[in-house]
Structure formats: structure tokens, C-alpha cells
């Protein structure tokens, strides 16, 4: 047990020296407050404050009444909080450039204006302009998408997980979908094949095993209740080794011959081929519908550049009969998500200007040398700051990866900042300054790698640069005056 002070007063007099809720409402900063942030908040930010310090008095936390000066710091700390959004501002310096955790791909200023416009002004959404009716919203991107693609129709959802889902749904409800057993993927959290067959009402034929799946299997297991043949694009891993898959041309030879669609989930949907930009090769919804792919789906904000949507492309009966689901109701898209979308596709028409519009592929194809220009300029207005707490920075050759199970195993050349502690007695302020980079208004996130901070400067574009120093001046100067 604590032995109590003899010096501290009781608990009943600490509370009773408290200030009221109404004298502080009247302090002096209570006017830029109300202004600031309104009455109630501020009611509610005085009550939070003087209830968390009846509870320290009560539990023998506190021998004293903070001073006024000290309660009005923590209430403007709490305004300050309360007020900082909850969907906070991120430099990702992860390495990951389509990480699904912050939010996936980062969309080009002419996107962001194309949402920005259809959310402040009514649009033409369901509207047929020149008939002056009703209309279709997916008729806003679908002969993009059919150009882009070489389908004849398509249709948006809200993800490629709902697009999978609805696919199911519609077409093979109570009925067979043959995939290959080394298919079968489960992607981040919740998405796997197999429940959401089951979800989606489909049964699940697996054929094959886990590292080789021949023709014969998918020929032998169609029957009278075969609703599809599926492919699922294996996008976060791969299997090596002693393998065999069957072609896509030759699934979907062997799925019309039996009169059965053959719909392929592609996963990360780029509708260009990257490796003219040197990037890897990653199969396209094009290919897969010149393969004979009767539906493909795929996401919208992975290599693709967009925002989060979920595509369907492919046959025009197969689309029709997917739109009169009602499920297809419950997954729509709205108007933001729609603008954006046409928006980026609208990019794809000229290939060539990719890499300058579209920030995704932006980002994929910087070349180490302007990371390594932007750790030139970085660490020397770094070191010093960081050497005052002990700690050293320098670049380091790291491999960014492309991420949302796009091309799982290509890494990209890049650069990274380096920050390590001068010695083992400053092993802990590394930690430390993650987690106040972290906790930045500007949230910082890299990675720790073996008691490094490792900073991958490829998603930091150039814009950003003066504020992650800044960030990281500020945070350096806590370390360096916390104990
Ligand atoms: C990412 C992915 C999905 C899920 O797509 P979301 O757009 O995240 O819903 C489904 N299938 C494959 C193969 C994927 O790579």
C-alpha cells in the first residue's frame, strides 16, 4: 500500500477547491474558445477535463489542485484533440505504395476535381441529357470501360470483393463454380474465396491440388449443375516450384464446349501493359476477355489508379442478368466514386501520359536517383536535430513493393532514410520517434526494421517534402525534450 502524505489535504477539500464549471466557462480564454469551437464543445471539453481530475483526487492520483493556467493548457488540449480528424492526414513512407491500410491509391488533381465538382453541384448521374429521362448510372463509364477493355458491356460496384460476390450471386446461385484448389485465396481480413462462395450461394468444386491443376480436372468436373468456370487471379503470393496451371485460352475452350461462362477475378485491374513503363508484367482485363474470359472483375483502386469501386466486364447477357440482381442495388456506387472513376479512365486513353497523370504509376516508376536527390536535401537539414538525440540518419538502398497483392513478389529499387541510434543506450528513441511521427498531425508512418527507422521515400512526392521535414524537426526536438 501507498503510504499517504502526511502534508496532502483530504480528498473532500481537494474537490471542493476545484473550479466550477461556470467559472471556467468565464476565464479569460473562454472567448477564442466559444468563437473557436462553439458553447457545447467547449462545456463538454471543461466537464471531460474537471471529471478526469476528480477521479486522480479520488483515487489519491493527485496531491493538488492543478493551478488555473495548468487546467486551462488541458483544456485547450482537449479542444485541440477533439477537434483533430479521426481519418488523419498520412505520409506513407511504408514502402508500400498501394497500401490498403492507408487508404490504397493516391488519386491525380484532375480526378480530385472531377469528385469535388459532382459533390458540391446536383449531376447528370441517372439523367439522360439528351432524351430528358431517366438514365443509367453505369452508362457514365461503361463505353469507356468497354473500349479499354474489348468487353461488350460492363458494370460498377462498390469493391471487386462485391463484384466477385454479386457475380456469384446471379449466376451461379445454388449452382457449381469450378476453381482450381491452388485459387482458393484468402485476401487480407475477411475476403475468402470460399466463404464468399458460400455467402454468394455458389458450391465451391475444388479441382486439382494445391500446386498443379491440369485440363483434364476442369473437363472431368463439369456436369448438368456447372453454373461457371472461375479463375482467380493468385494476387498476394505465388507458388513455385513443381506447378502446372491451365491457360486461360484453354479454361475457356474447355468451359464453352460444355456451354458454361468463364469468368476470371483479376484482382488488381490495370488496364495498360506496365512493363512499357519497365514495371512488371501483370495481366490485363483485356487479355483475359481476348482469351475468352466471358466476365472479368477487377479493383479500381489498386494498379489502376482510382478510387475504391469493383469492375464487371464481359459478355452483354451475362451483365444484364447481373444488373437485375437486387444485389446489384445494395453494392452501387455513387456520384463521387463514379466521377472519379470516369475521371481515371478518361487517363487511359492516351498510355502514354500515364506515368506524368496517373500518381499510382507516378509513383511505381520514380527512379532511385530522385529519392536519393530528396535524402540529399533531407539529411543534412536532419542531422543535426536527430545527433541531439542520439540518433544518426543516413540513405540506405531498401526495395519498395507495389502492395494490395499486386505482383507480390516484384520489389522496386528505392531509397530510404536510415535512422538508428548512435549507441545501444539510444535504442529506445527510435521506437520513440515512430510513435511521434506517428502521432504527428501529419501522421509519419515508415517502418522499424531490425532497431532502424526506415523511411522509403518513394511515395513521397515532392509537395510533401518541406512538411515531413518539419514533422520530423518537431518531433526530434520532444525526443530530444522529453526524458
Ligand atoms: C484485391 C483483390 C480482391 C478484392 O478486391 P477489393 O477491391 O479490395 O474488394 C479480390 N480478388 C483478388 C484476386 C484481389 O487481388
Not at 409 to 428: F, G, H, Q
Amino acid at each position: 500500500m501507498k503510504p499517504q502524505s502526511v502534508a496532502r489535504a483530504p480528498v473532500s477539500v481537494l474537490l471542493a477547491q476545484l473550479p466550477s464549471v461556470d467559472k471556467l466557462l468565464l476565464s479569460d480564454p473562454a472567448t477564442a474558445w466559444v468563437t473557436q469551437y462553439g458553447r457545447d464543445e467547449l462545456l463538454r471539453c471543461i466537464r471531460l477535463v474537471l471529471d478526469a481530475i476528480r477521479k486522480k483526487i479520488s483515487s489519491n492520483d493527485l496531491d493538488a489542485v492543478p493551478s488555473d493556467q495548468s487546467l486551462h493548457a488541458l483544456i485547450d488540449a482537449r479542444l485541440v484533440a477533439r477537434a483533430r480528424p479521426n481519418l488523419r492526414r498520412v505520409i506513407n513512407l511504408t514502402g508500400t505504395v498501394l497500401h490498403t491500410n492507408l487508404g490504397r491509391a493516391v488519386m491525380p488533381d484532375e480526378v480530385i476535381a472531377a469528385m469535388a465538382s459532382a459533390a458540391a453541384e446536383p449531376c447528370a448521374l441517372e439523367y439522360d441529357l439528351g432524351e430528358g429521362k431517366r438514365g443509367d448510372r453505369d452508362e457514365l463509364v461503361e463505353e469507356l470501360l468497354c473500349e479499354l477493355t474489348g468487353a461488350e458491356a460492363a458494370t460498377v460496384v462498390n469493391n471487386n470483393a462485391a463484384a466477385v460476390f454479386l457475380l456469384l450471386h446471379a449466376l451461379s446461385n445454388r449452382k457449381e463454380t469450378i476453381v482450381s484448389r491452388g485459387e482458393l485465396i484468402e485476401i487480407g481480413g475477411a475476403f475468402r474465396i470460399p466463404d464468399i462462395m458460400k455467402r454468394a450461394g455458389a458450391r465451391l468444386v475444388e479441382v486439382g491440388t494445391t500446386n498443379r491443376t491440369h485440363a483434364r480436372d476442369f473437363a472431368e468436373a463439369i456436369g448438368p449443375k456447372t453454373a461457371l468456370v472461375m479463375k482467380v487471379h493468385t494476387s498476394n503470393y505465388v507458388v513455385q516450384g513443381f506447378t502446372a496451371e491451365v491457360p486461360e485460352n484453354e479454361l475457356a475452350k474447355i468451359a464453352h464446349e460444355r456451354e458454361v461462362p468463364f469468368v476470371v477475378d483479376l484482382g488488381s485491374g490495370t488496364l495498360v501493359d506496365l512493363t512499357q513503363f519497365g514495371l512488371p508484367k501483370e495481366p490485363t482485363p483485356a487479355e483475359a476477355i481476348a482469351d475468352g474470359a466471358d466476365l472479368v472483375t477487377f479493383s479500381c483502386d489498386k494498379l489502376l489508379g482510382g478510387p475504391q469501386a469493383g469492375i464487371l466486364v464481359g459478355r452483354k447477357d451475362l451483365i444484364q442478368r447481373i444488373k437485375k440482381n437486387p444485389l446489384k442495388r445494395v453494392l452501387r456506387v455513387g456520384k463521387v466514386t463514379l466521377a472519379a472513376l470516369e475521371s481515371v479512365l478518361r487517363m487511359y486513353r492516351n498510355p502514354a501520359t500515364l506515368p506524368e497523370r496517373v500518381k499510382v504509376i507516378q509513383l511505381l516508376t520514380r527512379t532511385a536517383s530522385s529519392m536519393q536527390a530528396q535524402a540529399d536535401g533531407l539529411i543534412p537539414a536532419l542531422e543535426e536535430a536527430l545527433a541531439g538525440c542520439g540518433l544518426s540518419i543516413a540513405a540506405q538502398a531498401v526495395k519498395s513493393q507495389i502492395g494490395s497483392g499486386s505482383l507480390p513478389v516484384e520489389r522496386l529499387p528505392s531509397v530510404a532514410l536510415a535512422i538508428s541510434a548512435v549507441d545501444r543506450s539510444y535504442e529506445k528513441r527510435v521506437v520513440r520517434l515512430e510513435r511521434l511521427l506517428r502521432g504527428s498531425d501529419i501522421a509519419v508512418i515508415g517502418r522499424l526494421s531490425d532497431k532502424t527507422l526506415l523511411l522509403d521515400l518513394r511515395c513521397l512526392t515532392e509537395d510533401k517534402v518541406t512538411v515531413l521535414r518539419d514533422t520530423m524537426l518537431a518531433a526530434a526536438q520532444r525526443l530530444a525534450t522529453t526524458k
